[in-house]
């Protein structure tokens, strides 16, 4: 819920336990108006938002487009792009669920999952990464080959118990633009494949979902979706030992995310 750069220290708006700054606060980006401009001809949709200096605690004008690019080999292409009026810190993601066998279809947890990742960073009882990044080999969170995602999700680990399931941020092996992960659902053969070029990818398994009403009457409830999160570390700000996350005035602020989608059957 707080940093300090530049010399000054920020206090940021809290809303998670009552100490911590979770999806940027309580009015997110995902909960604004975005100006829009439609690419038919290249099959892409640009969103635009200016998030103001001093935004729920954070320095700088912030000047944000997204765009989001679908092409012929179903690929969803996610490009960042932005500019801040004064130094601050920025790490921008997409929080899309998916179920793989459908929708309506129930858990997730039988999807077969793989992560390109050596190391993540563990957590304390906030979630807030205790600065380190561990090895996943002989914990729970190793997903370097593929497996079911409940395979390992009763183990007897800590660090399931503090995030109530799988809730991590993976250290992604390689750099550049390169794949992180990809799952398959088991029933409908249906996969998924991701693309980044961000050190990061924070895999959540639906732990907290609990009554949410979808299309056609559906309801979901824990484990019936899972996120892939690229990103940047949480905490990184406050870990310098992290990549950083720190954006200059008036440098340009540019990543890409891409999901492909495919089907094995």
Known sequence: GEFSLGGKKYNLSLNDSGVNNLHSGPEGYEFRMWSTAIDRENGSVTFSLVSPDGDQGFPGQFRINVTYSLSEDDRVTIHYEGTASEDTVVNMTNHSYFNLNGEGSGSVLGHSLRIMARGYTPVNRNSIPLGTVEPVAGTPLDFRKPKAIGQDLEADNEQLRFTGGFDHNFALDGDGFRKAAEAAGERSGITLAVYTDQPGIQMYAGNYLSVENGKKGHVYG????????????????????????????????????????????
């Open 222 to 265: 824990s484990h019936h979706g899972f996120a892939l999160e690229t990103q940047h570390f949480p905490d990184s700000v406050n870990n310098p030992q992290f990549p950083s996350v720190i954006l200059r005035a008036g440098e340009l602020y540019s990543t890409t995310t891409c999901y492909q989608f495919g089907v094995t059957h």
